[in-house]
């Protein structure tokens, strides 16, 4: 994945520190006198919630929170909404990039998976938009204590919501900012909503209150009023560092965690960590291996794809990956790094008549400098072209139109549950090209259609002792039995492509964003958009040839959408879990997974909001734990 056309310019901003905070580099010595920290948090949205709220639960409690990115206080590419995409690019500083090996399944392609790699993690780095799981998918995962009733006090916990519906099911004075920010483009919003009104989606007030489904919603994102990124960081740790009253709370910036110490009972006693590499450019040869000592608890949250890396550095997981990677076995539990599983994405591009302040191609591609939007306040910086979300599920004949596989499909795990969606559609407001592609100057629109539920699993493994040693990582992605997954996608495209052709802004699609269609086919790229787009347009009729190129595409450019989830999955060890209901792994004690790798079945949203969930129920269950009371009460 190469997004080197991004052209934000950083230069000449400065960013801000203060002394909790602490980059390893600036003292190997620094955390002598904080050897026997009472617990150690890894590092990222969900490690950030546990580390803020236990260091509020008791000012006694020493608590150490892990990063191995920078510190991102005040980074003016991480609380400026408008640049989020910059944050793709390879030579990025705030992204981790895991490679997964050639897929038989893609073309024989590698995908890239980004995730947070910065204070904050994916909070600190994502789209920052405001997606909640539906009611179903808590309710699915079967675990005491987690169903979406026992949930729903830590989802209004977590926000201070400046949007619509029912108050009794958002919350209005929590950490996390939920809001429209400085920017919205409302003749954008109404044009497509028109549309999809014709095609059979109705506009939804909320989309986020657990039970509404199919249809669109003009979406609000994790930004605060005044146009800044509300990630894990700025809403859980910095206030705590700035304050002057928890001085408990510790952070240690720029150092990546090898492994978790036990002691002869296989209880956690701390960490073992280096410098990351890629913050020290002057050094040179190995670095050295430093460790940190905890007295009651270490917590896990290096995502889903950094936890069962650090738990099989460790020696937690299937005995036969350990073997191979010349580690010794501290507890054989296979189900560690099994059963990743993503939403699969795909972005449709097309041409538009919007204004320059009606998408962010502008800053995406440098025509709009970002030195001179923050120094002059521009509004779009407080805006991640986010505007419009769908949660969306076929009619009967459309299921039935693809085929009986897919019928058996549906009728197992959708039909009877009008609360899970197929598949999510997002309107972002910008042209988001593949490598090598310089588009023409202009104003374009994303159709984003994402997976909810996908069949397909993949795995990530370690092959050695080391973090330099290399990944045994698939993605998984389209591996499903009947390609079920694939038709999924087949479906929204058409559908997302016909509510597009009834907007006034469409004026045609970006041929090389889309299949290419055989000769003399209906369903081609049109040109001349003025025959075909409007309020009375037809449907697109499609061949069988005209379907088999659309997933000829789909296999070639398919793609993460960064909610990665279930490799360490919160389930019975015998059902291939690896933690329990309280997060606590099998088989050793002094050890909890806080992060998104635990849920164990997928959910209908993006994945930020449920990270915070996990945080805060991990937090919760953690405080009830050292007796230091309930939060609720």
Known sequence: ?????????????????????????????????????????????????????????????????????????????????????????????????????????LADRECVVPAGGTLGGGSSINFMVYTRAQRDDFDSWQTPGWSAD??????????????PGKRETHGFSGPVQVSHGTWCTPRVEDDWLQAARIVGYPEVQDLQDLDTNNGFERWLRYVSPDGRRSDAAHAYIHPLLRDGKHPNLHVLVESKVLRVL?????????????LNPDHQPLQSGQLPKQTVTARKLVVLSCGTCGSPLVLERSGIGSAEVLKRAGVPVVEDLPGVGRDYQDHHLILYPYRTSLDHNETLDAINTGRLSFSDAVANKNPLLGWN??????????????????????????????????????MLLGLIQSLVPPPGVVPEPGQYVSVALYTAYPYSRGYIHITGPELADPLDFDVGFFSDKDDIDAK??????????????????????????????????????????????????????????????????????????????????????????????????YGVSGLKVVDISIVPENVGSNTNNTAFVVGEKGADIIINELGLGDKYE
């Open 1 to 105: 994945m190469d997004w080197t056309h991004w052209k934000v310019d950083m230069s000449g901003i400065g960013c801000w520190s203060y002394p909790n905070v602490v980059a390893a580099s600036e003292t190997l010595g620094y955390w002598g006198s904080y050897l026997w920290l009472h617990g150690c948090c890894l590092g990222g949205t969900a490690g950030c919630v546990v580390a803020g709220r236990l260091a509020e639960a008791d000012p006694s409690l020493e608590i150490l929170l892990i990063e191995g990115g920078a510190n991102n206080y005040n980074v003016p590419s991480i609380v400026n909404p408008a640049v989020f995409l910059s944050h793709l690019n390879p030579s990025s500083k705030t992204t981790i990039f895991y490679k997964a090996i050639k897929s038989k399944w």
């Open 150 to 163: 026992e949930l729903l006090p830590y989802l209004k916990k977590i926000e201070t919501y400046h949007g």
């Open 262 to 274: 036990f002691d002869a009972k296989n209880k956690a006693c701390g960490v073992e960590y280096v």
């Open 385 to 422: 072209a986010c505007n419009l979300l769908g949660k969306l599920r076929p009619s009967d004949a459309e299921v039935s139109a693809l085929g009986p596989e897919f019928q058996r499909a549906w009728d197992a795990n959708f039909r009877d549950k009008p609360n899970r969606p197929l």
């Open 488 to 585: 999924k996608q087949l479906w929204a495209y058409k559908k997302g492509r016909e509510i597009m052709r009834r907007t006034a802004m469409y004026r045609g699609e970006v041929a090389w964003g889309h299949a290419e269609f055989p000769p003399g086919s209906k369903a081609a790229c049109v040109e001349d958009w003025t025959e075909v787009h409007g309020e009375n347009v037809s449907d697109i009729e499609y061949s069988a040839e005209d379907d088999q190129a659309i997933l000829k595409f789909l296999r070639e450019n398919i793609n993460t959408t960064w909610h990665s989830l279930g490799t360490v999955k919160m389930a019975p060890r015998e059902k291939m879990g690896a933690v329990d209901a309280d997060l606590n792994v």
